[in-house]
Structure formats: structure tokens, C-alpha cells
């Protein structure tokens, strides 16, 4: 329902649009973005009116404006207050580290489960085990491309994860040309889970050292050239047995704590009747879309999605997932039948939304219970996020808090915008079809300069 008010605001707004108009023409026009497509969407808040379009109902990838989605369904689902919860159990032969999908748990958190087990006094494990069963195979949503699955945006969404499934890797040059290069993993207990085959290139050429998959199903390849007198290379990498990286790294703290483990057996289900020595909450729905959102955070939505899916799913599919995010999305008057959803980070090729629709759910969402969560999460120009260096010079910049959305070919902005007259505006602008990455800054610009148009209503 419209606010009292909300329909003058609207009409007024509705005879000064042209500006916005000549911003998408002109990029449109311009040799950097031919054959691109331009999807705006600009609606009033209050009363949910779309005040300019262009496209705004066609079919776009949404890349990591999803996340908008996935925040809005997790809030409505999950609660802001709801936590993930991590335990470590025993029977008496084996202690099993049982993930209940926290996506941030990290060293320093076992550190204090191996705490915990010596305090119990508990000096020898015959078996450890890392329990993952809270979210079952697979563990990549559909839509996912296979050179994306080595990299640490696009780690494996397992129940129980650490370090975000991700390893950082410094590759330096060795000693002479042609020498192997020199890999060093930043994780403890990390350096089984890489193969090395990097190399040391001649000075000047160009530095290729990278994460890659390998043969070996445990493993990723750090390949390319490390160029002589070059700096280190500093790559993120997926971990591709996210159970193996756990209890190597729990194994090495509970021997810290001077408790033997035996064998490590890897992904297995947690012996009935185990009692708990340790549990360990996570951070809350709230804090995690606030860690989320301003970095653009894959694997925190991904998360998300399955802890989502888990509320009318036990194996917590991404496709459950889906049916709640279109859910939410038909209770704020989207169109569910125009989605195409397969993730909680649009890093999936399969997702498609409208402009429009990402218009509605922002406005929607400024009326709603958690207006000041998610905007307050949103990055800003100027500050750290995806925005650091968007909007420089702008008169805009200190008006604009949005959401980014970046893929090969896509360059997304959605977000909330104060206009002249003082009032929020919602607004998506996703631009994509450029055909290079030497054009993105062409699209980001266009971007810019649509939102600052939309600023002067």
C-alpha cells in the first residue's frame, strides 16, 4: 500500500526522467559498449512505483546482486538472530568435528575445540572424523563453470568448512630461470592439499602462476610463470576435500594440546551416541550479511543458500534453496515464474532476473523490518567494499550505497540512491554483452553516469 503522499512524489518524479534516458542512450552509443544491453529499473520506495525502465523487464544475469536475493530470503527465513553451530563429539574410539555449516570457522576455533578436549582429559584419539552429512552431495550449484572451480570464490559449499575452504598461496621465483617456483600455503597443515608445477619464467615475461584443478581429486595445481626479480604472485585457492584440510588442521591443535591422534579417517558420519565436548556458535544471520555484502562474499551467500534450503530440505539442495528465494520473492509481488535461480551468489551462468524485479526487492526491503541492516551492509563509494573506487569525483558519491555484480561480460550496480528532492530512490542498472575485459571500465563509468542521473530527480 502507498504511503500518503507517495503517488504526488511519484507523478512528480515521472515528468524528469529524460536525464536518465540520454545516459543509457549515450552509452548505448558509445564504441566501448556496442552490442551491449542496458537493464535499468529505477522505483520509489514507499509506494513501490516504477518510475523509469529501460529493459527493466528483460533477462539478465544478475552475478553477485543475487546476493541482494539471498540476503532478503535468509532474513525471512533464518531470522536475524539465528547462529550455525559447530561441535566436536566422541563415543570412546572416535572423535568426529561435526559441521553444521558455519562459513566462518576458522583455525583459531579449533584451536579452542582442542582446548576443550584436553580439558576433558582426554589424552589419546584412536579416529577423528569430520561429520559433513548436515548438507549432502553435491556440493557446487548447477550453472557453475569448471575454470572457476579451482579458485577460492568458488570453493565447495560444505557443511563443514575452514578458512572458507580457501587457501592462501605466495609464489615466488626460485633461484634460476627454468628452476621450479616456490609455493608457500599461508593456512596451517594446508600444504598437502596443492600440487606444485609453477615455474620460474625469465624476467619480463608476463606472470601466470595460478590455482588450476588437477587430476588428483584432493589436490589444486598451482601452474604458470613466476617471472625473474617479479614480486610474489598472491593467489587464493579453492580446498577441494574441505574434511582433509579440517583434520589435518584440528589434528595438529589437539597434538599442540599433547593429544595423540592415531589415524584420521577423513569425511565420516559422527558414531551414534557420541556426547559433545565442544560447541562453537557462529556468527549470526545479521553479522554474516554484514560480512557479506560490502566485499561480496561467494562462499558466505552460498552458505547461506544451503542453510536456507535446509529449513524444508535435509540434504539442503540448492534447488530448495531456489523454491525459498522464489518464494520470498512472490510475497513482495515479484513474478516468480520470470527468476531463473541456481545459487545464493549469482556466480551460477544459469541465473536470471529482470532489472526490475532487483528494483522491487530493494524497495521493498527499505520498508521492511531489516531497512537498516541491509542498507547499512551495502558497500559505499569511497570505503572499503566493491565501491572503493567507484564514483571518484562523483556528486553523487555520498549518496549512492549499492551492491555490485561482476562476471565475464556482466557489470551489475543495484542499490539505493538520494535523490534531489531528498528521498530514496531504488534502483538496478545492469549492463552486459561487453565483449571484453578492457571495456569494463567503459561499463562501469556508463554506470555512473546513470546513477548520477537518477541522483538529480
Known amino acids: 500500500m502507498s504511503l500518503p503522499g507517495a503517488a504526488v512524489l511519484a507523478a512528480a518524479l515521472l515528468t524528469n526522467v529524460a536525464g536518465i534516458d540520454a545516459a543509457v542512450q549515450n552509452a548505448l552509443a558509445g564504441p566501448a559498449l556496442k552490442g551491449a544491453h542496458i537493464g535499468v529499473a529505477v522505483v520509489e520506495p514507499r509506494g513501490g512505483t516504477l518510475l523509469y525502465g529501460h529493459d527493466a523487464g528483460g533477462a539478465y544475469l544478475p552475478a553477485s546482486t543475487l546476493k541482494l536475493l539471498t540476503s532478503a530470503t535468509a532474513l525471512a527465513v533464518l531470522g536475524q538472530a539465528a547462529r550455525p553451530r559447530t561441535q566436536l563429539v566422541y563415543d570412546g574410539v572416535t572423535l568426529t568435528l561435526v559441521g553444521g555449516g558455519d562459513p566462518l570457522l576458522g583455525e583459531q576455533d579449533l584451536g579452542g575445540a582442542a582446548a576443550a578436549v584436553a580439558a576433558s582429559g582426554l589424552t589419546d584419539v584412536q579416529r577423528l572424523a569430520v561429520d559433513q552429512s548436515y548438507y549432502a552431495a553435491p556440493f557446487y550449484p548447477a550453472g557453475w563453470s569448471w575454470d572457476d572451480l579451482a579458485a577460492y570464490y568458488a570453493p565447495p559449499i560444505t557443511a563443514l568448512a575452514l578458512e572458507e575452504n580457501a587457501l592462501d598461496v605466495d609464489v615466488t621465483p626460485g633461484t634460476n630461470v627454468g628452476d621450479p ?53 598472491q593467489q587464493g585457492c579453492a580446498v577441494l576435500e574441505p574434511a582433509a584440510f579440517a583434520a589435518a588442521v584440528l589434528t595438529g591443535a589437539l597434538q599442540a594440546q599433547g593429544v595423540r591422534v592415531e589415524s584420521s579417517v577423513g569425511a565420516a558420519s559422527a558414531p551414534a551416541g557420541s556426547r559433545m565436548l565442544w560447541s562453537h556458535e557462529g556468527a549470526s ?12 562474499d561467494n562462499f558466505i551467500a552460498d552458505e547461506l543458500c544451503r542453510w536456507i534450503a535446509k529449513q524444508r530440505d535435509p540434504a539442503a539442495s540448492f534447488s530448495a534453496c531456489a523454491q525459498a528465494q522464489r518464494a520470498y520473492a512472490a510475497s513482495i509481488g515479484i513474478d516468480a515464474g520470470t527468476l531463473s535461480l541456481y545459487d545464493g551468489s549469482g556466480l551460477s551462468r544459469y541465473d536470471l ?35 572503493l573506487h567507484r564514483f571518484e569525483g562523483s556528486p553523487a558519491a555520498a549518496r549512492v550505497v549499492a551492491k555490485t555484480g561482476s562476471m565475464e561480460h556482466v557489470d551489475n550496480l543495484a542499490g539505493y540512491v538520494r535523490s534531489a528532492d531528498d528521498g530514496d530512490l531504488a534502483f538496478a542498472v545492469l549492463i552486459q554483452g561487453f565483449t571484453g575485459e578492457d571495456r569494463r571500465e567503459a561499463a562501469r563509468r556508463a554506470a555512473e553516469r546513470i546513477v548520477e542521473a537518477i541522483a538529480a530527480l
Open 353 to 387: 532476473l529482470a532489472p526490475r524485479d532487483l528494483a522491487l526487492l530493494l524497495a521493498a526491503l527499505s520498508r521492511g523490518p531489516y531497512a537498516d541492516l541491509v542498507r547499512g551492509a551495502l558497500a559505499r563509494p569511497g570505503h572499503a567494499g566493491t565501491l
Open 285 to 296: 544471520v545479521g553479522e554474516l550479511i554484514a560480512k557479506m555484502l560490502p566485499p561480496s
Open 181 to 233: 617456483a616456490v609455493v608457500r600455503v599461508e593456512e596451517a597443515y594446508g600444504d598437502g592439499l596443492y600440487a606444485d608445477a609453477a615455474v620460474t619464467g625469465a624476467a619480463g615475461t608476463p606472470a601466470t602462476a595460478d590455482c588450476a584443478l588437477t587430476r588428483e581429486p584432493w589436490a589444486v595445481r598451482i601452474a604458470g610463470n613466476v617471472p625473474m626479480g617479479g614480486a610474489p604472485i
